[in-house]
């Protein structure tokens, strides 16, 4: 089970945190790479970036510079930091999770669990 959390109101420019909790015993059995897509209205969902398994971060060259992606394996919690938010960044943002291949992949297709999407609204 994956929980997203942090999502909000921020204006233009603004930073937002988001948190991305992995629970259960697949997630405590397998290495597990993560992560983030988002998904604005009347537009495809659009991969942000992951981490690998053994904190190997990876981006979307649409975010690269502005978001960084980390996480916490003795929390079981991957991390969003998202900076200099843009009103065109707004649109509710799901973490991913799949068990490790050893090769990075920016295909929601290849992920096999998902959370429940925070939204994200940035004013302009």
């Known amino acids: 089970q994956l929980q997203a959390s942090g999502g909000g109101l921020v204006q233009a420019g603004g930073s937002l945190r988001l948190s991305c909790a992995a629970s259960?015993?697949?997630?405590?059995?397998?290495?597990?790479?993560m992560g983030w897509f988002r998904h604005a209205p009347g537009k495809e969902r659009e991969f942000l970036g992951g981490?690998?398994?053994?904190?190997?971060?990876y981006y979307a060259d649409s975010v690269k510079g502005r978001f960084t992606i980390s996480r916490d394996n003795a929390k079981n919690t991957v991390y969003l930091q998202m900076n200099g938010l843009k009103p065109e960044d707004t649109a509710v943002y799901y973490c991913?999770?799949?068990?490790?291949?050893?090769?990075?992949?920016?295909?929601?297709?290849?992920?096999?669990?998902w959370g429940q999407g925070t939204l994200v609204t940035v004013s302009s």
């Open positions: 259960g015993r697949t997630f405590s059995s397998y290495m597990m790479d």
């Open positions: 981490v690998t398994w053994n904190n190997s971060p």
């Open positions: 991913a999770a799949r068990v490790t291949s050893g090769v990075v992949t920016t295909s929601p297709l290849r992920y096999a669990y």
